[in-house]
């Protein structure tokens, strides 16, 4: 008989364990609480591991990328304390091999993943469910399940646990314990949102920054799609969730001052309209062992690097891609394959957490020096790097050479 695991959380990291789990031959069964598929979704920044983990997986030609097209003078703006715009260091003026995605695209691509072509089992999955209980026995882990749908509770055995459901893991507190001893407080807080057009007067695919000490306003331009806009800023009192107003009354009161200006003044008026959002405070997850006996944890479940990194998604990808490839290495030893899985993963999550400190300073600058320094920095940056990417547009554009010089 096939092993099966429940994988709890139908996003990113949960469909990316349940579809390298049943290449290594399991039968997964995933649970979501939400009571259908989220189609909607931010920006995200895909690096190389994201891009190659979605090979790995097998996803890749059903994922939509939505780089725009580079131009002369570069598509990323700042905006001075003036009003003045500058050209800028773009997320993309970066070596080939990245690539701009709304969370959708890449949740669509492994949608597909998880329900096949036809030709093959789907993955099995339950939504408006969640787990309740975990025991763990030599033999297997069983779980209590509550279906919200139905209003009933069930049990059910499994060889194996995924916890897959974000920063706020049931999995995590029901196994390993409390939040509180692994979220680490990074005393900011983030709100994302599609816009529903462009900031007026900048090109469609154009992207913008807004910065001033612990407060920023970015907008990523994309290909085919109106922008999506994030909004930043730092804090010592990291209000709750679900008290303090709405989100648009705090926004709007953390941005009283900057709102003058065009760029800001649209995003938090296009805020009010959105028909979806996200506003968090922003955390890390550091763990000393992802996995406890046959229950292990996934992406931001074990280890949220937070947004600033720009690695969620891509970490996310590369750990289902992971576990996949350990259990196909170790089949008949799942203490062995979470062994394998950690050792192999951790080199690479505990760096990426580490280079968050530095991003978080370009995506939002601590003081005013810091603003100025690294206003300084990345024009010189950006002065090299648009420099040779206007050489190579240019030569790409010129007139191929025809017939032969007599």
């Known amino acids: 008989m096939q092993k099966r695991a429940l994988v709890v959380g139908l996003g990113i990291a949960g469909m990316s364990a ?26 995200i920044f895909m690096f190389q591991e994201g891009l190659q983990a979605a090979a790995d ?80 026995g030599p033999g ?21 646990v995924v916890g897959a459901d974000g920063m706020r893991s049931s999995v995590r507190r029901m196994v390993f ?13 983030i709100c994302a949102f599609q816009l529903k057009e462009q900031v007026p007067s900048y090109e469609a695919s154009d992207s913008i920054l807004v910065a001033r000490p612990k407060r920023a306003v970015w907008v990523f331009g994309l290909a085919d799609h109106a922008p999506c806009a994030w909004l930043t800023y730092r804090t010592e009192d990291v209000p709750d969730r679900f008290a303090g107003g709405s989100a648009v009354e705090q926004l709007r009161a953390v941005f009283s001052g900057m709102d003058d200006d065009p760029v800001v ?19 890390q997850v550091k763990m000393p062992r992802w996995s406890a006996g046959r229950v292990v944890l996934v992406g931001d ?25 350990a259990f196909e290495e170790h089949p008949d030893d799942i203490a062995a394959a979470l062994a394998a899985y950690e050792t192999g993963l951790r080199p690479y ?31 010189l940056i950006r002065k090299v790097v648009h420099r040779r990417m206007t050489a190579e547009y240019n030569a790409s554009s010129a007139p191929a050479l025809s017939g032969t010089a007599k």
Not at 75 to 95: E, I, M, Y
Request: aromatic share 8%.
């Open 18 to 43: 349940a579809i390298g789990l049943r290449r290594a031959g399991w039968t997964p069964v995933i649970v979501e609480r939400a009571p259908e598929r989220r189609t909607w979704g931010y920006y």
């Open 57 to 136: 997986l097998g996803i890749a030609e059903h994922l939509h990328t939505r780089n725009p097209e580079w131009r002369p003078g570069g598509n990323s703006w700042t905006v001075d304390r003036r009003g003045g715009r500058k050209p800028a260091l773009g997320l993309l003026d970066a070596p080939s091999g990245l690539a701009s995605v709304l969370r959708s695209d890449i949740e669509a691509a492994l949608w597909q993943g998880i329900v096949g072509d036809g030709t093959g089992d789907a993955v099995e999955v339950r939504f408006a469910t969640t787990p309740v209980e975990i025991t763990q």
């Open 140 to 160: 297997g882990v069983q779980v209590l399940l509550e279906d919200a749908g139905a209003g009933k509770r069930y049990r059910e055995d499994f060889d194996l």
């Open 177 to 189: 314990g409390p939040d509180e001893d692994y979220m680490v407080n990074w005393k900011a807080m």
């Open 265 to 283: 003044r649209h995003v938090l008026d296009s805020l009010e309209e959105a028909p979806d959002h996200v506003f968090d405070s922003i955390h």
């Open 301 to 325: 479940a074990a280890w949220c690097m937070n947004t600033y990194s720009a690695m969620g998604s891509s970490s996310s990808l590369r750990g289902g891609a992971a576990l996949g490839v």
């Open 349 to 379: 999550i505990t760096k990426q957490q580490r280079s968050a400190r530095a991003k978080q300073q370009r995506f939002v600058p601590s003081s005013r020096p810091v603003e100025v320094l690294s206003s300084v920095v990345l024009e």
